[in-house]
């Protein structure tokens, strides 16, 4: 079946197909060449990262053994300290040499600055209170800070790695996809269609790789037939100044899709909701009992399970009442005073479009 279905990304429908330049083609390859040896490289040394963090916790956990410890006391806890700060050190360097913004680049080299001058003040002074602060505020910085972008650097090597081959056969197509509508909003955005890359905002080139989603919407039908609504429903307001038409056969589709997402929204909310209640519960008993790190008691565990039952129930509820939407095939039209034109599903009572653009929710991936 060939759906009659509109391209939607980021609340934008798509307004047309352009033709990258000779120039701009060339830059575009030019930034992937450039941008894959980058992720060559983050890949690599998160690798590095991740296994001299496993070394040192080894010879941690074997330095920590009884025996072992009597004949090197502080040996464990130097393990400790380089398998936290390993990783932080390469993941700073990483930053500031081959970061992807000047800002990040900036905010590293200032966070190995101080490190350096309270490592030089200690040894030239001895040990001071802004010599220790400024020791702290470095280590603490590159640990944090240093591991996070080790991981993150990696994470997007990972993600970005096979992306970024369609992204070159983007730059050889030279064809970018623009999503603007003045009724929606003011914006503009281009974007690469085999990669999805974002290509442009509002005219300005976007430095970042940032990949968008793209959603396929059914059409608005033209020339629908309109007739009043004959169902009274009080969700809607009684029946006086609403029309009714027929789902098409795209809209039905897009609802099946629509309402399997609610079921995966269900069981991750349960799972989600039950876990961090748990976590909650825990805190407050271990604060009532003054007592840290105690089991979860069993009535904690059932406030747990009600709570995500409570999140499981919300929609699994409105799995229900889209899949009776979809089985009934109809669509309500209301006319605001102002003129505007509003659709809802009649029976879940969710907006389905309005003014002719579709609801938000049925363009966010989540």
């Not at 999805?196 to 793209?214: K, M, P, Q, S, T």
């Not at 969700?235 to 098409?248: M, V």
């Not at 629509?258 to 008993?285: D, G, P, Q």
């Not at 089991?295 to 229900?320: I, M, N, Q």
Request: contains cysteine; glycine residues 10%.
């Amino acid at each position: 079946m060939d759906l009659k279905s509109d391209l939607w990304c980021e609340g934008l429908p798509l307004s047309g197909r352009k033709r990258l330049s000779d120039k701009e083609a060339a830059d575009l390859r030019r930034r992937v060449g450039v941008t894959g040896r980058r992720l060559m490289l983050a890949r690599w040394i998160g690798r590095l990262g991740f296994s001299m963090a496993g070394l040192g916790l080894s010879f941690f956990i074997l330095l920590n053994a009884s025996a072992a410890r009597e004949q090197h006391p502080d040996a464990s806890g130097l393990t400790f300290a380089a398998a936290l700060f390993g990783p932080g050190l390469l993941g700073t360097l990483q930053e500031i040499f081959v970061g992807f913004s000047r800002l990040s680049r900036r905010l590293f080299a200032a966070v190995l600055v101080v490190l350096a001058l309270g490592v030089l003040l200690s040894s030239r002074c001895g040990n001071s209170g802004l010599s220790d602060a400024l020791q702290a505020i470095g280590f603490l910085s590159m640990i944090f800070g240093g591991w996070s972008m080790l991981f993150i650097r990696w994470n997007n090597a990972r993600k970005l790695g096979p992306v970024l081959e369609q992204a070159a056969a983007d730059a050889e197509s030279a064809e970018i996809l623009e999503f603007s509508d003045e009724r929606v909003s003011p914006r503009r955005l281009e974007v690469l269609p085999l990669s999805r890359f974002a290509y442009r905002v509002n005219g300005r080139l976007r430095e970042d790789w940032e990949i968008c989603r793209l959603v396929l919407v059914a059409a608005a039908p033209a020339g629908s037939i309109d007739v009043p609504w004959q169902h009274k429903t009080e969700d809607l307001g009684g029946e006086a100044g609403y029309l009714q038409r027929h789902l098409t056969e795209e809209e039905i589709a897009e609802l099946s899709r629509l309402s399997s997402r609610m079921v995966r929204k269900a069981f991750v909310s349960l799972l989600t909701a039950t876990w961090f209640s748990a976590l909650a519960f825990r805190l407050i008993e271990d604060l009532i009992n003054r007592k840290m790190g105690g089991d979860l008691s069993w009535y904690g565990w059932v406030c747990a399970g009600l709570a995500g039952t409570f999140f499981f129930g919300k929609y699994f509820l409105a799995w229900r009442r889209l899949k009776a939407d979809s089985e009934q095939g109809l669509m309500v039209k209301a006319k605001e005073t102002d003129g505007s034109t509003t659709e809802l599903l009649p029976l879940s009572g969710i907006v389905w479009s309005a003014q002719g653009a579709p609801a938000p929710w049925r363009t966010s991936w989540w």
